[in-house]
């Protein structure tokens, strides 16, 4: 299990390489990648990533090791960015690693819903009116209840 | 204790962090203590639903003890992914 959290800018493709690379005898490698789109209003300049630099770490293991106790995973992956980012932009990846597929995409699910509302990160939008932070979605916390 | 905000709740008060001193026993005493110091802190505590808290950098609820604990975090609900 390994968990990243950091300024600079990540390589997807290496990352997914490496990951899927590192494990024998897993037949299912699934991996996600969340991008940095406009804001709902249009016209976004750029985004701002705020975390919690004493928590984000263990926040994001803990989410991590409960993916892997709950589900036949051999492995998982997060990356996550925080500053200044645009549209485009990769801003985090979770990769898991199964036997069977199954495991390997509920697990990723679980990794992306509960990093939405339980990761202590806050993003900020940045238009030509001015900035805004984003507000949460009840849509994603009722995310949560289904796991 | 330190007692740190992140994103609006921290643009609202003012400042990242301080240093308090207090008797309160729970975060929900705590934020009493605060919001009768100064507005900005009134303000930023007005809605308590629209924030979250972490204790010694675990999330937890307002009516969790603070006794002894070295860390307390005011912020919104969290927007990762």
Do not use: C
């Not at chain 2, 308090?20 to 809605?47: P, W």
């Amino acid at each position: 299990m390994r968990v990243v959290v950091q300024e600079a800018p990540f390589d997807f493709g290496k990352e997914a390489q490496d990951f899927a690379s590192g494990h024998s005898n897993m037949g299912a490698i699934v991996t996600f990648t969340g991008v940095v789109r406009d804001a709902d209003k249009g016209g976004m300049d750029r985004m701002v990533i705020e975390h919690y630099p004493g928590m984000t770490q263990k926040a994001l293991e803990t989410i991590a090791e409960e993916a892997v106790s709950r589900w036949n995973l051999g492995d998982a992956l997060v990356i996550h960015r925080h500053g200044e980012l645009r549209q485009g932009d990769m801003i985090m990846m979770v990769a898991t690693a199964a036997r069977h597929r199954v495991d390997a995409f509920e697990a990723a699910e679980f990794l992306m819903d509960y990093l939405k509302s339980r990761a202590p990160f806050w993003k900020k939008e940045y238009t030509a009116d001015g900035a805004e932070w984003v507000a949460a979605k009840d849509a994603d916390e009722d995310a949560l209840s289904r796991w | 204790m330190d007692v740190l905000y992140f994103a609006w709740v921290r643009e609202r008060i003012g400042i990242p962090k301080e240093k308090v001193e207090t008797t309160a026993k729970t975060v929900a005493e705590l934020v009493e203590e605060l919001k009768a110091r100064e507005e900005r802190y009134a303000v930023a505590f007005s809605d308590l639903s629209a924030l979250r808290v972490a204790v010694d950098q675990e999330l937890t609820d307002f009516d969790a003890s603070i006794e002894g604990v070295r860390e307390v975090a005011f912020f919104p609900p969290m927007t990762g992914g």
